[in-house]
Nanobody, 120 residues
Framework: QVQLVESGGGLVQAGGSLRLSCAAS????????MGWFRQAPGKEREFVAA????????LYTDSVKGRFTISIDNAKNTVYLQMNSLKPEDTAVYYC?????????????WGQGTQVTVSS
């Protein structure tokens, strides 16, 4: 059974930065995809960013392009989300996801979530 453990959330002022990490364990990982989703209070969970195991062609939702960077360390089975120029509207619980491909991340394995709060 896959286990995903997120870390790195916290409270930051607008314009600041945070780096989220998500470590996967529980089975042998070969070709796979990992990504980040977020859910703000009163809103549905939304896609933020995703990347394949090879690291190429990452995907981002429009609202974070140019501010967030997703990366993956295959040796550690860990995905990172570097978040710069944070805005109050980025406040949400951020969830890590893993699946065989990016298209199925929403129905794959999930982490427990980490809170990101951006103050104005």
């Amino acid at each position: 059974q896959v286990q995903l453990v997120e870390s790195g959330g916290g409270l930051v002022q607008a314009g600041g930065s945070l780096r989220l990490s998500c470590a996967a364990s529980g089975r042998t990982f070969n070709h796979y995809a990992m990504g980040w989703f977020r859910q703000a209070p009163g809103k549905e969970r939304e896609f933020v960013a995703a990347i394949n195991w090879g690291g190429g062609s990452p995907l981002y939702t429009d609202s974070v392009k140019g501010r967030f960077t997703i990366s993956i360390d295959n040796a550690k089975n860990t995905v990172y989300l570097q978040m710069n120029s944070l805005k109050p509207e980025d406040t949400a619980v951020y969830y890590c996801a893993l699946s065989n491909m990016i298209a199925t991340l929403g129905s794959g394995s999930w982490g427990q979530g980490t809170q990101v709060t951006v103050s104005s």
